[in-house]
């Protein structure tokens, strides 16, 4: 009995809950369209609600797929590891997963076709390709040269994901139909691919060590992500292979136990909402559990309050955010979330995610509208969501409930993010502050952020988190986007947090609401010792207050063993104007405007810089790279340093951040500091003087 065996055994044994094996249906299929729902599934997809997804589907594969013959085998192309890939290695490594896109979505969709029409010439090229991927080698020995082997884990675990978390699941609806020497060939290859699939997925992410809401463990994001596959592998091939049992036994304690150590109870997702799009993915197995009547599905407030982290972190329009954000820096609701958050709004009964999902305005079709389009990287693919939305079609679809009637503010608890909207659901008068400070540091996905904050404000960015990540590990990513500079934040002497380091944490220490404020604190003091000798740093505070859902004031706190400057930062994707006898900055973005004062206990040397210190990829810009985008290259961003002119122990910077519509000059406020009590004059005539210091806040309006 080999060692993961004996570790799964005692570790389903030893935990609570549910039987891993309890709710396992007796008989195959038991994965996609289960056994004995064939006949419901056809229904669904040619008279039903899925009947206008899956004929575009059936027409390009005929059009398409239909006669292409099964892709030659990708070969090795040097040093696989990320640390030494370059542009042009990005571009391999991305040619492997594109073709075993391709590979995996032909046998899906012909497979697919076949179970709804019974033609044979759709069984023909789904053995043909689920056949002849299993004829592909693993262990590739990289150094000899170009080898085939190319999508194994080992070398390219995207390349690998994208197979696996297919191909099982087609071999499951077509069993029956391939010959012994075809289904042994078949076998031999998953058995040794899934041996080394799960041995990797737990060497690399120390899986089994996993905790809920912690990154203790020596975890990596990838292993995390390819567990739905290795629980849905595992049913597919639940009377094949005897290990698949112990697969599933891995899996399914994960989910019960362990998920996610990306964030906890509130929803959040530590690594950020390009990388909350990952919960696509492990819904599916959470699907599987709902279609086989497991009541561990979608039941644990994680499940229940991870689309809210969408809601209220994404807007319709691309924006920056936290976190790596691969589309040129920039996210919004995309279609395949907006899909996805459908299907939740059923399985949940939640008219909030409806409303949310029905504000998508990205101009590319829903998954379901687009048909197979082209078969490549992309995932997941359209038929994977049809048959998703088979799977709770029988729930009614909730009618929308308006999102005003949801907090304006949310503290994702778990992951360290505060999110604050004026108009929460009317994303073109909305105010959007997300404001981070996060017990996660900068580890995976995460940035040196703590305590920085991105102001989004009528269907625009104003104050953003600068840079362009192109390819991971770039020298753009690693020299900018992931440092704190990059953010708008605060640096010690020029210096920021240490990157890629779970030591360099923040923690949001005050969340409170009055009827006129927002009042939000965070403290990243633990970060910026990263970078400081030790001792010298006693406390690097930031106070957010969001006044009237209106405006935004910010009290940075920095207390030294020895004299020190503080750099106060600001991004914008357009020119930033800097008015050194006001210490007061001005931009404008489309329709909007910001208008940003500064009030501190010394002058400032002061400058804004346009473009990038660390050059983006030119062959991404050009679009020579295999990379596509929605989002522009803004190679012309703007960046604030203002530096305190003098060196001290106790630095206590205030800033009021204005934003509106249609300015085309500097806001008219009229800004005086006594000690902690500012008197704000605003531009719509009133006059706020706030009282604001460590411990208290007072807001009033004579």
């Known amino acids: 009995m080999n060692a993961l065996r004996l570790l799964v055994l005692f570790a389903v044994a030893a935990a609570p809950g549910v039987s891993a094996e309890r709710y396992v249906p007796s008989t195959a299929p038991r994965t996609g369209v289960l056994a004995g729902r064939a006949e419901a599934f056809r229904a669904y997809v040619t008279t039903g609600e899925g009947a206008a997804a899956f004929a575009k589907v059936k027409a390009d594969f005929d059009a398409t797929y239909l006669a292409l013959p099964l892709p030659d085998e990708p070969l090795t192309y040097g040093d696989p590891s990320p640390s030494r890939r370059t542009s042009e290695v990005a571009d391999k ?11 995996a979505g032909v046998a899906e969709a012909a497979a697919t076709c076949w179970l709804v029409t019974g033609e044979e010439k759709y069984l023909a090229k789904a053995k043909e390709f689920l056949v002849g991927a299993s004829r592909w080698q693993l262990e590739p020995d990289w150094r000899q040269g170009p080898v085939a082997g190319a999508t194994c884990i080992t070398y390219n675990d995207e390349g690998h994901f994208r197979l696996w978390r297919k191909l099982p699941l087609v071999y499951d609806q077509v069993r029956a139909h391939l010959s012994p020497d075809e289904k042994r060939i078949v076998l031999d290859h998953f058995r040794r691919r899934g041996r080394l699939s799960v041995e990797w997925i737990e060497r690399q992410g120390n899986i089994s060590k996993i905790v ?29 292979l005897p290990e698949a049992r112990d697969w599933w036994a891995y899996a399914y304690r994960f989910y019960r136990d362990q998920f996610t150590p990306w964030g906890g109870d509130d929803g959040g997702w530590a690594e950020g909402v390009a990388y909350w799009r990952g919960t696509i993915e492990h819904a599916f197995f959470q699907d599987a559990l709902l279609a086989i009547g497991d009541p561990l599905a979608y039941a644990s407030a994680s499940w229940k309050n991870s689309p809210y982290f969408a809601v209220y972190n994404v807007q319709p329009y691309l924006a920056t955010s936290f976190g790596d954000v691969p589309n040129a820096g920039k996210f919004n609701l995309e279609p395949a979330s907006a899909e996805y958050l459908l299907h939740l709004a059923r399985v949940q009964q939640d008219g909030y995610l409806r409303a949310y999902a029905e504000l998508q305005t990205d101009p590319r079709p829903r998954p379901t509208a687009r048909g197979l389009g082209k078969l490549d990287r992309t ?30 503010a949310r503290h994702f608890r778990d992951v360290g993010w505060v999110s604050l909207h004026s108009a929460l659901g009317r994303p073109e008068d909305d105010l959007h502050i997300t404001f981070v ?24 960015g104003l104050a953003i988190k600068s840079g362009l990540r192109e390819w991971h590990n770039s020298p753009h990513h690693n020299q900018w986007v992931r440092q704190t500079v990059s953010a708008n934040a605060v640096l010690i002497d020029g210096q920021g947090q ?32 990263t970078l400081q000798p030790k001792g010298r740093v006693k406390q690097v505070t930031r106070d957010l207050v969001f006044v009237d859902s209106r405006y935004l004031v910010v009290r940075d706190h920095v207390r030294l063993a020895d004299p020190g400057k503080v750099t106060w930062l600001l991004h914008t994707e357009r020119t930033l104007h800097w008015d050194d006898a006001h210490a007061r900055a001005f931009s404008r973005n489309g329709d909007a405007a910001l208008t940003a004062h500064l009030l501190g206990n010394a002058p400032w040397n002061a400058r804004v810089d346009e473009g990038f210190p660390v050059a983006v990829d030119p062959r991404y810009v050009s679009g020579e790279a295999n990379y596509s985008t929605t989002a522009e290259w803004n190679l012309k961003q703007n960046h604030l340093y203002a530096e305190t002119r003098e060196a001290a122990t106790d630095h206590v910077i205030f800033a009021v951040l204005w934003p509106e519509r249609q300015g085309t000059e500097p806001a008219r406020l009229r800004i005086t500091r006594d000690g902690d009590t500012l008197t704000i004059g605003r531009p719509d005539g009133r006059t706020d003087v706030i009282l604001l210091n460590d411990t208290a806040l007072d807001l009033r309006s004579p």
Do not use: C
């Not at 809920?212 to 290795?230: E, K, Q, W």
């Not at 400070?437 to 625009?460: D, K, R, T």
């Not at 006129?516 to 633990?526: C, L, P, Q």
């Open 379 to 408: 995932y997941p693919t359209t038929l994977e969501f049809v048959v998703r939305n088979f799977l709770s079609s029988a729930r009614p679809l909730p009618a929308p409930r308006d999102l005003a009637e949801l907090p304006g």
């Open 437 to 460: 400070s996060s017990p996660y540091g900068s580890f995976s996905h995460s940035h040196a952020q703590q305590n920085a904050f991105v102001l989004n404000a009528f269907g625009e």
């Open 93 to 103: 490594w991305r040619d492997v997963q594109d073709l075993t896109g391709l590979v």
């Open 498 to 529: 240490k990157t890629q380091s779970k030591a360099a944490t923040g923690r949001i220490t005050r969340f409170e609401q009055t009827a006129r404020t927002v009042w939000s604190t965070g403290d990243a003091t633990a970060a910026y010792a």
């Open 212 to 240: 809920r809401n912690s990154i203790a463990a020596d975890l990596s994001s990838h292993p995390v992500r390819f567990m739905p596959m290795t629980g849905l592998s595992a049913l597919a091939l639940w009377d094949d």
